[in-house]
Every structure is written in structure tokens, then in C-alpha cells.
């Protein structure tokens, strides 16, 4: 995988409303001690929340008014993304530490994986969209913007 394509993967990612952290275990970071590795991981690096991520996002794409709707859809698979995994990262929490065998820790890092593949599905499906009724020059931008966040998010 090469530093764009990473960038534009964490761009994504970070679009859904999760860290970058989750979706690559080659730039995995410890884990705290008071968590289990794959909470960590899906929870370290949340420096907005997902209403701040549509906005900054809508403002960095340059929204116009008759994309509204479909840039709705994109902002709509955001948040059901963001629940998603919140949903998840509560229901791993509810588990002591002391509870977790290396089994359920690779569990439960599958099912994050598996929340960020469903996620990016979701993503894909409205963002697709949006970015296919948008102009030459706006779609410049859109991957301009998604290189950049990516970036970012690298450091």
C-alpha cells in the first residue's frame, strides 16, 4: 500500500466517524493498559466529533446547493457509521479487562474490522454518488481534501 493510497484510506476512515488506528494494524499503536488492544485502537485520535467531521468535510468539498441532498446521504452514512461503532466500543467496554482472553481480544478486533468494512460500504455507496455528480474541477478538490485529512491523520 502506498502513502496515497494510506492517506486517502485514513481520509475515509476518519470520514466514517472512526480513527485511522482501526483500520490499519501495520500503524497500530500500543494499547493502554486499561483497555483492550482493539478499543484502543478504535477509540485513541477522536479529536472531533462526527457532526464537526460532516461539517469540516461539507465545507472542504465545497457543497453546493443542488448536491444538498446527495451530500445529505453522505452526512446520514457518517452518522449511522459513528453509532455503529459506538454501539460496539460500549458493548466491549462492558467487559472487564480481566475478563478478556487473547481469543476475545481477536475477536473483538475482528468485529471492529468488520464495523469499519461495513462502514466504508455504507460510506462508499452515498459518497459514490455524491462524487459523481460533482464537476471536474470540485472532484480536484474532494481528492485533494481527502489527501490532505489523510495526511494529517498519518501524523
Do not use: C
Not at 502506498?2 to 466517524?17: D, F, K, P, Q
Not at 461503532?85 to 468485529?111: C, E, G, N, Q, W
Not at 455524491?130 to 478538490?141: G, H, I, S
Amino acid at each position: 500500500m502506498t502513502i496515497l493510497s494510506r492517506s486517502r484510506t485514513a481520509a475515509i476512515v476518519a470520514a466514517m466517524g472512526v480513527s485511522f488506528v482501526a483500520a490499519s494494524p501495520l500503524l497500530a499503536q500500543p494499547a493502554p493498559a486499561n483497555k483492550p488492544p482493539a478499543v484502543a485502537a478504535a477509540t485513541s485520535q477522536k479529536p472531533e466529533t462526527v457532526e464537526q467531521r460532516i461539517k469540516t468535510l461539507h465545507d472542504q468539498l465545497q457543497i453546493k446547493p443542488d448536491q444538498e441532498k446527495k451530500w445529505a446521504d453522505v452526512a446520514q452514512a457518517m452518522r449511522e457509521n459513528a453509532v455503529a461503532m459506538d454501539k460496539l466500543i460500549a458493548k466491549t467496554k462492558a467487559t472487564p479487562d480481566s475478563k478478556m482472553t487473547a481469543v476475545d481480544d481477536l475477536k473483538t478486533y475482528r468485529d471492529f474490522a468488520q464495523a469499519h468494512l461495513d462502514g466504508l460500504k455504507n460510506l462508499i455507496a452515498s459518497f459514490d454518488d455524491l462524487y459523481d455528480a460533482m464537476p471536474d474541477a470540485q472532484k480536484r478538490v474532494a481528492d485533494a481534501a481527502f489527501q490532505k485529512y489523510g495526511q494529517q491523520a498519518q501524523q
